[in-house]
Structure formats: structure tokens, C-alpha cells
């Protein structure tokens, strides 16, 4: 947890952004962002409860992109069943797909 995140120039309008790293100073989004960035870059600086909501917040964020991979996973799958139909429907293809369903 050393690595330290690459120093980008950021501009917020004052007062929109609700969180504001304590040891950078950097603007972030929300909350839970802030909890995340901490982590990453001020591993050594944090309390044991910090350390503790990182790792909470770490875990969820790693089962939303779980969810989500599966999600897009389910999609590809409709996708290619789709078009799969749609081929076998316009063939005439005597091995086609639809020869071997009966209708
Ligand atoms: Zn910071």
C-alpha cells in the first residue's frame, strides 16, 4: 500500500466537493472515494478504524465490479443466443440450427 497515485491537476468550484482528503488536501467525489484514496496513498498515516473502513469499503467496491462483470457476462451471452437465432432463422442452410429444432 505505498504506491502513491499520480498528482493531477484538479479545479473544483468552491463548495462542490463534500470530501476533501485530510493529508493532500485533493477533492474527491464522496465519502466513500475519500475512505478508498486514503487507503491507497496515506496507508501509513491511518488509524486503525480508517484502516479498517478501507478495507470494508475495498471489499465492497471489488463486489460491485463482481456483480458487474457478471452482469456484462449475462449480456454477452443474450447477445450471442440473438444473433445465433437470427442466423438460423434467415439460413438455408440444410445444417443450420433450425433444421435439428423441431417447430
Ligand atoms: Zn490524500
Known sequence: MTGETTTEETEVPPGESPAE???CGRPLESEE???LHEGI???DRLDDERREAFRETYQRENDDLRTFRLK???LLVLVYFVFLFVYSWETTDPYSV???IPV
Do not use: F
Open 41 to 43: 496513498d496515506h496507508w
Open 72 to 74: 456484462l457476462l449475462g
Open 98 to 100: 433450425v433444421t435439428v
Open 21 to 23: 482528503c485530510p493529508y
Open 33 to 35: 472515494l475519500l475512505v
